[in-house]
């Protein structure tokens, strides 16, 4: 089981996405758990490292966790990626191995990896993904 964080952010019903360097499919922003990391902890690292801002860990709220096939990854592996709400400081860019940062809509789940399609459809039957 591959354990990830990710954040959601949302702009106008659209999620923040990022593709690393040399890959087509999107992804939620955040990373995998270190050891010994919370998940408050993980997700202020990643997302300072992917998009150079900075998690308020007051804010976050947990937004569910969902559970897929691991993209590029023998079969049976899954992933589990936990999903936080929270604000954030600073101007959004694309940085370390982020190669492209879009907002993205229902009509890209295509797009995305198998975990991402499985949130998404989860985000368009809140509400909260247009």
Request: aromatic residues 8%; proline residues 3%.
């Amino acid at each position: 089981m591959i354990d990830k964080i990710a954040w959601l952010h949302f702009q106008d019903g659209r999620v923040l996405g990022a593709r690393s360097r040399g890959k087509s499919v999107f992804y939620l922003p955040g990373g995998k758990r270190e050891p010994g990391e919370s998940d408050a902890e993980t997700l202020i690292r990643e997302i300072r490292e992917e998009l150079n801002v900075e998690i308020d860990p007051a804010s976050m709220k947990p937004a569910g966790a969902f559970e897929a096939r691991a993209d590029g990854h023998a079969s049976g592996l899954l992933v589990r990626t936990t999903c936080y709400l929270a604000e954030f400081s600073g101007t959004l860019a694309a940085s370390s191995e982020i190669e492209e940062i879009a907002w993205l809509g229902y009509e890209d789940r295509d797009r995305v990896s198998t975990v991402g399609k499985i949130i998404f459809d989860h985000l368009r039957e809140t509400g909260l993904l247009r």
